[in-house]
């Protein structure tokens, strides 16, 4: 009887990893974690990933969903499920059941909402809109309980300039008035994605999970609250994607569906970030496949966008949280690394479902043919069409930054403004631009500017009175400085105020110094303008060439027009008028948009040393 059952336990012991083997099946994760009924497009990719999960077959009986394929890959843990949704199809539940021979060996139960009409929230951005670009870490800590969260590998470090601080997006949802009140109309949030990695995530551009808001900032359903919090005040939320890279901290990283998942190098090879080689006639394959194919960095795994389910699987996250929060618009950041053709069929699809949205994407080039082979146009000499809506003015970013700091000259000064403005020629429409003069990556502008006021002034009077949408960086508008040499914590720095010990506030009038005051004040009292100035949201543009240190132009209408001069020099000037009767025509008199000043004759006007006039014409 002893022997007997001792014999079969171990019977017992040997049968079981053999039947396990082949018997165990489990499902850790499936994407997207939800879909929603009445989508233009019908098709849904469905990936599941599970051990042994390529082995089963994948059974729906659900009206107006059907299975059309399903697809294994090298890993034996995923399935990709591609499902069509009819018209017709009801939100609920279905089960999706995993059939071994004819025994069901795991099931899901999949979610299918219906649109609640969602996607009419969105309302994609133009040239009405000034975006506020925010580091969700380092603007305002609204619950200091998720500073710190289980299983985040880094934890919350103030005094660590490269560290998480804490910010998160109750902090942004308690100072939306500070934004309204500043004038921006949307604003644009670096990555609020589960970043983690071990060290450096607050930046956010090392995404873990492309279906979950960093615990550390929130939840998903915070971050819905905080769309509908901004829509309720009327501004919209651009969310930051990446496409190029995902952190290598991703669920997938001892797994991965397929060897291309990732674009791999026999040892670690960093991308040349040399985006002009991706149109380059003459690039060499060697420099292109490193442009492309090489990693942004370490932690950061570049992906091939040319497998397909890899393709898929980012198009349609970005849909899910276009749908999932009636998000407004995206960023796309590093627009030319990954794979061109998938980015313009990326374009494509969001189009598709979502017509008239808005996608800005990072060309970080410096001249403007270079970035306007990215922008929709039809006069690629390749024939490329990337169908992307909007892109970054990087060429007059650098203008902007140099321009105040120049004395005047053939090809200084105001004249770099000129130059970059005038070879708008090479765009498609330049009203498509967003305007800036700093962000994350970068110096600060009011560094760049020497801490003059007078400078910054100039430069926020030239980005909100000419052509595109205007973008500012968080805290130019309190005079934050910071170079990049320091290190990006210090281009990044937190916003006085948004933690709770803070000794000074800078989200209220009493807590700023007079400086900050007089920037602030300058700064709202343009937006407040330009938000009602039909010139300067839809006008044309009419510049003159600088002279006497004098840059001079109009925004115009049949009905409006508002002509600005930009002064820079360290003398004041008397600008004699006629040399722009073109667009003065019938105008007799003006005020300043700037302060209570008017003129009661348009013959000369008298303009201080280092200084704009906006003046809008009677
Ligand atoms: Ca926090």
């Known amino acids: 009887m002893k022997l007997k059952f001792k014999t079969a336990i171990l019977l017992v012991l040997i049968a079981l990893p053999f039947g396990s083997m082949a018997q165990k099946f489990n499902i850790d994760r499936v994407d997207p974690p939800l879909w929603w009924t009445s989508m233009k497009n019908s098709e849904l990719q469905i990936m599941v990933y599970g051990e042994n999960i390529s082995f089963t077959k994948p059974i729906i009986n659900y009206s107006g969903v059907k299975i059309k394929q399903v697809i294994s890959v090298e890993s034996p843990n995923y399935l990709f499920i591609d499902i069509e949704i ?6 609920g539940e279905f089960i999706i059941e995993f059939f071994k021979g004819k025994k069901k060996v795991t099931e899901y139960n999949y979610k299918l909402e219906s649109r609640n009409k969602t996607s009419d929230l969105y309302q994609g951005f133009d040239n009405s809109d000034i975006i506020y670009l925010l580091m969700p870490d380092r603007f305002a800590n609204g619950n200091p309980d998720n500073d710190n969260m289980p299983g985040m590998l880094e934890q919350a470090d103030r005094s660590n300039p490269n560290g998480r601080h804490g910010g998160d997006i109750q902090g942004i949802i308690n100072n939306l008035d500070y934004i309204k009140d500043l004038g921006a109309t949307s604003i644009w949030i670096n990555p609020l994605l589960e970043n ?8 956010g551009y090392a995404v873990t999970d492309l279906y979950k808001v960093d615990p550390r900032y929130g939840s998903n359903e915070e971050y819905r609250s905080l769309v509908k919090e901004a829509h309720r005040k009327g501004l919209k939320i651009i969310q930051d994607m990446i496409f190029n890279h995902l952190g290598t901290e991703y669920f997938w990283k001892e797994d991965l569906p397929t060897q291309d998942w ?9 991308s040349n970030y040399r985006g002009g080689a991706v149109n380059d006639p003459y690039a060499s394959n060697y420099d292109f496949n490193k442009m492309v194919g090489g990693w942004f960095d370490h932690s950061m795994a570049d992906l091939n966008q040319k497998n397909e389910l890899l393709a898929n699987y980012l198009i349609q996250n970005s849909i899910w949280w276009i749908e999932y929060l009636g998000l407004d618009g995206i960023r796309q950041d590093t627009y030319p690394y990954p794979d061109k053709d998938f980015m313009a069929e990326w374009m494509r699809r969001v189009l598709e479902e ?7 994407g990072e060309v970080w080039l410096s001249h403007p043919q270079a970035v306007a082979y990215w922008l929709e146009n039809d006069m690629n000499a390749d024939g490329y069409h990337s169908n992307l809506t909007n892109v970054f003015d990087f ?8 321009a105040f700091n120049e004395n005047e000259g053939w090809s200084t000064g105001n004249a770099q403004l000129y130059e970059v403005l005038s070879q708008d020629f090479v ?9 800036f003069a700093d962000n994350h990556d970068g110096d600060r502008l009011y560094s760049k500017l020497g801490e003059d006021m007078n400078k910054l002034k100039l430069a926020m009077a030239f980005m909100f009175t000419t052509r595109g949408t205007p973008q500012i960086y968080y805290g130019t508008e309190i005079l934050m400085t910071g170079l990049e040499h320091q290190g990006h914590g210090f281009i990044r720095e937190d916003f006085p105020g948004g933690w709770e010990n803070d000794t000074i506030d800078a989200f209220t009038r009493q807590g700023r110094t007079a400086e900050q005051n007089e920037a602030f004040d300058f700064i709202k009292r343009i937006l407040d303008y330009r938000k009602n100035s039909d010139a300067l949201i839809n ?3 009419v510049h003159y060439i600088p002279e006497d240190g004098l840059y001079v132009y109009f925004r115009y209408t049949d009905n409006e027009c508002v002509m600005v001069i930009l002064n820079n020099t360290d003398e004041e000037k008397v600008l004699n008028m006629d040399r722009f009767s073109e667009n003065i025509g019938n105008y007799s008199s003006g005020r300043s948009v700037l302060n209570r000043k008017s003129w009661e004759t348009l013959n000369t006007i008298t303009i201080s040393a280092k200084s704009p006039l906006i003046i809008e014409l009677k």
């Not at 009819?86 to 939100?91: Q, R, T, V």
């Not at 990732?262 to 960093?270: A, K, L, S, V």
């Not at 979502?354 to 800005?360: A, F, G, L, R, W």
């Open 395 to 402: 060429p007059l970013m650098y203008a902007i930054s140099k």
């Open 427 to 435: 765009y498609s429409d330049p009203s498509k631009l967003v305007v």
């Open 354 to 360: 979502y017509p008239d949205y808005n996608v800005v």
């Open 262 to 270: 990732y674009n791999q190098w026999p040892e670690f090879t960093r």
């Open 539 to 541: 006008g044309k543009l």
């Open 196 to 203: 983690n990695q071990p060290a450096y995530s607050y930046h």
């Open 86 to 91: 009819s018209p017709d199809a009801i939100a």
